[in-house]
């Protein structure tokens, strides 16, 4: 059955949009993340134009993370101070990231832009991800202990004025690398229509030392304002979010997303950490064979919209 | 009198002599508006025409329906290669491009008339020039691309046989609309033919719009565009609440 598409004006089997949504759920849920880097490349591939599948997949990742920072806040895991700190920089940032996408649109290199971030961030992100589960899978047929988090570890990061506690968190650390990581995450979510929790996990993990206990809720809690915020904001500068399409991916997504976290359940962290890992980097590679390939049509067109 | 002055002026006596002649035509275009709901897929517009005339024709008459959506500006990029990558690089602006074209003759187009009648009137995909604000070249690439990418996308159409005549003064032609086919005011201009001669023209209209709840959404979207982005955001948030509350395990 096919369903039409007010904004992105077209028309697309509803059945294949609603599976892609339950896969992709599937994952984020799996995997905790809000599954946005898997969501944008596969609408994209359908032939939905870059800018509706950023804007709308904006409201998709808003409904899953706010379902699982629901559960997060239940179970007290979240860092309120954390959260407020990183959101002050994720707003801004989501601002900068939303007028970057509207520029790089009007000089034709938003599709670039797209893929070049998609291939970058993927493949980094993915590699690191890959060889830091292999390691822990060897360690552990090796029998070896697994390394624990040193409370007293501390990096350069460590060493930055403007120290804040978090007690939530029992951290004590600069209030500017947290300000930076909410801005960074602000502005990739806005232009690359993506949560960016697996991005934000990592580094606050390794940047800021955060307990496992509070950090997966707490980027939850910043992934769903920022990503309500990108979608307002999408909405009020580029017209792009196409409402029929993102309900759609919602129901497939929230309701992929319960099955993919009860499969997790019964699977070791680390092996689910290297599947992660391989699907990032098998979609950034895919990202950047498109890029190094000659297209099949050098030309692209695109209406100015409005009369003439 | 000069060869040159006799030749105008003979010139100009066929011509008024022609247009004198000028055979009426009539049409009907099915429907007059197509909506495009959300279980639109795709349409067709059907054109019902005759020609006015008392006497039986003395040629078979060949008619050219054209049917253009609305203008629009268009920009053709073409891609080249830096340090290893397809960057979009140089551009050019189209003005003028109709949104939808589909071109149906009764025949080829180079069997009804001269190829600078068929410039002049924009019969066929390779004579619809756009105003590119240079003098227009039939080999321009970015033209040509634009052109063919529109034909890819469906949005540009030719059907060389397209017009079937019912009777000697009777045609049928149908326009199929894809599923991408743009909303607004569209022309339907038919332009009649005999011997080669454009012998007369007319011109109707059908309009595309958006009904329902696509209507709604997509004016919500560029008229109410914080409501809309409002309504969006808690729509999320519902969902996602929901999801948490249906699914809740604790």
Redesign the interface.
């Given at each position: 059955?096919?369903?039409?598409l007010?904004?992105a004006?077209?028309?697309i089997n509803i059945f294949t949009l609603l599976a892609m949504g339950l896969a992709v759920g599937f994952v984020s849920g799996m995997f905790g993340v809000g599954g946005g880097f898997l969501m944008t490349p596969f609408l994209i591939f359908l032939g939905i134009s870059p800018g509706v599948a950023v804007a709308s997949v904006a409201?998709?990742i808003?409904?899953?993370?706010?379902?699982?920072?629901?559960?997060y806040w239940?179970?007290r895991a979240v860092d309120v101070q954390m959260v407020l700190i990183l959101l002050s920089g994720g707003l801004l940032g989501t601002l900068s990231g939303v007028w970057l996408f509207t520029k790089l649109r009007a000089l034709?290199?938003l599709?670039?832009m797209i893929g070049?971030s998609y291939l970058i961030m993927l493949t980094t992100i993915g590699g690191l991800m890959l060889i830091e589960s292999v390691r822990a899978i060897v360690r552990i047929r090796q029998k070896k202990p697994s390394l624990l988090r040193r409370p007293g570890a501390h990096t350069w990061v460590h060493g930055l004025p403007f120290k804040m506690r978090f007690k939530r968190s029992k951290i004590y650390v600069s209030v500017i690398p947290v300000w930076g990581i909410g801005y960074t995450i602000g502005v990739i979510g806005a232009v690359m229509g993506i949560g960016g929790g697996f991005v934000l996990v990592p580094m606050l993990i390794y940047f800021l030392r955060m307990p496992t206990v509070t950090v997966i809720g707490s980027a939850a809690v910043l992934t769903?304002s920022t990503?309500?915020f990108a979608?307002?904001?999408?909405?009020?500068t580029n017209?792009l979010?196409?409402?029929?399409l993102?309900?759609v991916l919602?129901?497939g997504g929230?309701?992929g997303?319960?099955f993919g976290a009860r499969s997790a359940h019964n699977m070791p962290a680390e092996k689910l950490r290297l599947l992660l890992g391989l699907l990032i980097l098998s979609v950034g590679f895919r990202f950047g064979y498109d890029?190094?390939?000659?297209?099949e049509?050098?030309?692209?067109?695109?209406?100015?919209?409005?009369?003439? | 009198m000069t060869l040159a002055v006799r030749c105008i002026a003979l010139f100009l006596f066929f011509l008024l002599n022609a247009s004198a002649r000028s055979e009426g035509l009539v049409v009907t275009v099915e429907p007059s508006r197509i909506a495009v709901s959300s279980s639109f897929s795709s349409g067709t517009v059907v054109v019902f025409g005759a020609v006015q005339t008392n006497t039986p024709p003395a040629a078979p008459y060949d008619v050219a329906v054209i049917v253009s959506g609305p203008a629009q500006a268009v920009v053709t990029r073409r891609k080249g290669r830096i340090g290893g990558i397809w960057v979009n690089q140089d551009s050019r602006t189209f003005r003028n491009v109709p949104s939808f074209l589909g071109v149906n003759t009764s025949r080829p187009p180079e069997a009804l008339a001269s190829q600078d009648v068929l410039r002049r009137q924009g019969i066929g995909l390779k004579y619809a020039l756009f105003d590119a604000g240079v003098p227009p070249d039939g080999d321009d690439p970015y033209l040509v691309n634009l052109v063919n990418i529109r034909i890819q996308q469906g949005l540009f159409n030719e059907r060389a046989t397209g017009v079937t005549f019912l009777s000697q003064t009777a045609f049928r032609t149908e326009i199929p609309l894809p599923d991408n086919v743009p909303v607004g005011d569209y022309t339907v201009n038919l332009k009649l033919f005999q011997n080669g001669n454009m012998i007369g023209e007319t011109a109707s209209s059908f309009e595309v719009a958006k009904v329902g709840v696509e209507e709604f959404v997509a004016k919500a979207a560029t008229n109410h565009s914080l409501f809309y982005g409002l309504s969006i955001m808690s729509m999320g948030l519902f969902t996602g609440w929901l999801a948490s509350v249906a699914f809740r395990r604790d």
């Open positions: 059955m096919q369903l039409y007010p904004i004006d077209l028309a409201s998709h808003t409904a899953s993370s706010f379902s699982g920072a629901l559960s239940r179970r034709g290199q599709d670039l070049f769903t990503m309500a979608t307002l904001m999408h909405a009020l017209h979010v196409d409402a029929v993102a309900l919602m129901v929230v309701i997303a319960q890029l190094i390939t000659r297209p049509n050098l030309y692209s067109i695109r209406a100015l919209g409005g009369d003439t | -």
